[in-house]
Nanobody, 125 residues
Framework: QVQLVESGGGLVQAGGSLRLSCAAS????????MGWFRQAPGREREFITT????????DYADSVKGRFTVSRDNAKNTVYLQMNSLKPEDTAVYFC??????????????????WGKGTLVTVSS
């Protein structure tokens, strides 16, 4: 089992950047695919990105491709989400997700086993 704690959210102007971090507990971090979802007010939680256990495989939602970059540091048990060129529509609570023994995070939130509590990102216009 793994516990996830996100940090790095905040208020930023449109066009700005933020980097989110997700610290994970446990000694087998590199056996977990990691990822990020987000949920805007009144909307369903949506898949953003996934990264494989050793970082070799990544994938992104079309809405963030080219602007967001996921990475991980297995020595620090941490996954990052670098967000550039932020838009007001990126405003949401961002959740870290983990899934053991697979290459990628499921894109359907109901299939994800482990979640952080989320960090709020607000992008002002």
């Amino acid at each position: 089992q793994v516990q996830l704690v996100e940090s790095g959210g905040g208020l930023v102007q449109a066009g700005g950047s933020l980097r989110l971090s997700c610290a994970a507990s446990g000694r087998t971090f590199n056996t977990y695919a990691m990822g990020w979802f987000r949920q805007a007010p009144g909307r369903e939680r949506e898949f953003i990105t996934t990264i494989s256990g050793r970082g070799a495989v990544t994938d992104y939602a079309d809405s963030v491709k080219g602007r967001f970059t996921v990475s991980r540091d297995n020595a620090k048990n941490t996954v990052y989400l670098q967000m550039n060129s932020l838009k007001p529509e990126d405003t949401a609570v961002y959740f870290c997700a983990a899934e053991e023994g697979v290459m990628r995070i499921p894109t359907t939130p109901e299939r994800v086993d482990y979640w952080g509590k989320g960090t709020l990102v607000t992008v002002s216009s």
